[in-house]
DNA sequence: CTGAAAGCGCTTACAG
DNA sequence: CTGAAAGCGCTTACAG
């Protein structure tokens, strides 16, 4: 008779190899191993010494096998944010590496397609799922995860339901400091570019502006608020829509990024500095803050924490799940820091200003 | 007899259940998963189907225990591109998990930082280094690898050492289409913005434009092309340059989409439209390309893939090094695309160009 | 307090 | 090209 080769590959001791050299059976080096108290007491050190001796250490794939506790959960995303999709990845693998939980990272294109794929995630044996911004905004998938009684944590987002948790960071207070941050400088007309009307945070980030500015006493009316969607696009209008006003703000805060690059680009063309004829600041801390010039200031959300903390918090979840125990919703707030860089300074002079305004007047005539 | 109880905890469905799904063994959707070639075209299509069907995602416990041959490699990254990485991470992991390979993601700040990082994370057990951009750039990095001998991938660079693999795009061929592309739009002075000096990529695109232009008979002297390090800023300065020749282009490619983004922002601060009055074109298709107005028109690289093939010749060479066989340097080329969108077009007939010139000369003289 | 048996979900080695 | 069998190293469920 042949012999079968051996598939071991690795040659360390194993459970057999400590049970055999204790003279007990893999059974009770497994008690041993995992601080079971009905051992006796003999018994317990003569394995220890066995487990000393050969210098075993329990392999971590054989116990999860055999012991199913692994957790498995999902990241499912929809394209639009790269740039926060990698710090997404790299706070959450490294988080569900730590806490052996095997984190299954799907993407999805539309609205409709992510319900399919989270479904599918479900069936699929995925016990929880994390969902990042813009899906966590998004009523339909929020409603689907909260209906099928799916463990869940939305990030950057606060939407509200029974049994969905959530991490973010406090998007009214950071448009309060960074409004506040703009008084400081000496700006008393100070224009706004909100964001889009269907997400959460919009709003938010609109009564923080607000806010500021009441307690300063500097409240105006509804002129200096223009409606942005988010994107460079909508900015640009929005921008443009402010310089027109009959007093101009000399101060512009975007509700991201995006739009207030688009406020920089504007001003440009207009022919003023920025910062020096115009402070322009942000939201969000993306790539683009950095690349265009000048760099923004801007409000930066520490999202690789956010993405380590959705994981634990998704996996408290699922197990108090599995253990079927109620668990209440809860909403982390993490801190985020004002990113102070170039394109904010305190207002031009009375002097300078009347310069530019004859300046761009004389451009339209001519 | 009583039925000894089920110790499945997750019921999230296995090989065998695939298996039955798609009326085949376990063994053969166990080649399917592994993408082993040596299964009929119809029975892997129908394998897949089930595991669509099902949800299927294989257990990574049951995968190392059984097969023992966990490989870890690491991808170690530095800061500058964000968005890069995002699409890096989802390929490498995908890749990673799908041929049970841990992938370790490191971050690191400094070129030295990126030196001790990866000496620490094959102290640590890592057997293999994957190097993206800027990283896969530094002769350093690349050196140290070499004479540790440790198994690598640089993504994106085509730095050549003899024991590291790479893989990338023909910045050349890609560089010389899109110039191409432009004098087929009808353009005859079109400038150029290079990358930094100290990438390769940089000379190769260069040379492509130049060898598009001399085949096109359209060769002209040097001031058509302006020197750029890939940033925004010194995009800035070399379209302001370019646009300042007595005769300045009606096309402008720029080495990336930072600085075609720049030279938008400085056409469009001269009173240019862009694409009516002048055509821009960048390179590497990131974020900002669809995020200004008008979207660029650029060059797309699969990413994703480039990371999925770095992934699996890593392993390869990782493999090869556990069996002690020499491996000859690989490196891997995959294909472009040019992603057509909206600043480009034919150039603008003589007179509006005229027109144009005296405008920005009167604006000078005023 | 202890152990023999079965099984976790996959892959290797082998046989057709 | 496909499958039956054995085994990876551990734990659960059960029986003493």
Redesign the interface.
Same mark, same amino acid.
């Given at each position: 008779m042949k012999q079968r080769q051996s598939?071991?590959?690795?040659n360390a001791p194993t459970i057999s190899d400590v049970a055999r050299e204790a003279g007990v059976s893999p059974m009770t080096v497994s008690r041993v191993i995992n601080g079971e108290r009905n051992v006796r007491e003999r018994t317990r050190a003569e394995v220890n010494r066995a487990i000393e001796v050969l210098g075993y250490t329990p392999?971590?794939?054989?116990?999860?096998?055999a012991s199913?506790?692994?957790i498995?959960i999902g990241l499912l995303y929809s394209n639009p944010s790269?740039? &926060?999709?990698?710090?997404l990845? !790299?706070g959450g693998?490294?988080q569900a590496?730590r806490h052996n939980i095997?984190l299954? !990272?799907e993407?999805c294109d539309s609205e409709k397609d992510a319900e399919s794929v989270a479904m599918?995630?479900?069936?699929?044996? !995925?016990?929880g799922i994390l969902i990042p911004p813009p899906l966590s905004d998004q009523p339909r998938m929020l409603n689907l995860l909260h209906s099928s009684d799916t463990p869940a944590v939305a990030i950057a987002s606060e939407c509200v339901r029974e049994n969905i948790a959530s991490v973010s960071i406090d998007d009214y207070r950071a448009a309060y400091e960074m409004t506040r941050h703009i008084i400081d400088l000496g700006h008393r007309r100070i224009g706004f570019i909100t964001g889009d009307d269907n997400q959460v945070a919009s709003g938010r980030r609109l009564a923080g502006y607000r806010d500021a500015l009441a307690e300063a006493g500097l409240s105006h009316g509804e002129e200096l608020i223009a409606e942005g969607r988010f994107t &460079?696009?909508s900015g640009?209008d929005a921008a443009q829509k402010l310089f027109e006003l009959d007093s101009p703000p000399t101060a512009v805060f975007a509700s991201n990024d995006?739009m207030a690059?688009?406020t920089v680009?504007v001003a440009?063309?207009r022919?003023l500095d920025v910062p020096t004829d115009l402070t322009v600041c942000g939201f969000d801390d993306t790539?683009?803050a950095t690349?265009?010039?000048p760099e923004l200031t801007t409000i930066h959300q520490p999202i690789i924490e956010m993405a380590r903390a959705a994981v634990d918090l998704l996996a408290e979840r699922v197990r108090a799940r599995?253990d079927e125990e109620e668990l209440e919703s809860r909403h982390q707030l993490l801190d985020f820091t004002l990113a102070r860089r170039q394109s904010d300074a305190p207002p031009p002079d009375e002097k300078r200003r009347t310069e530019q305004r004859t300046r761009v007047v004389a451009e339209k005539l001519?």
């Open positions: 598939r071991r590959q690795r392999n971590r794939a054989a116990r999860s096998l199913a506790d692994q498995i790269a740039a &926060y999709l990698s710090e990845l !790299v693998l490294e590496s095997q299954v !990272v993407k599918r995630l479900v069936a699929g044996g !995925v016990e &460079y696009r640009l995006d690059a688009a680009a440009h063309r022919g790539a683009l690349t265009i010039w599995r001519g």
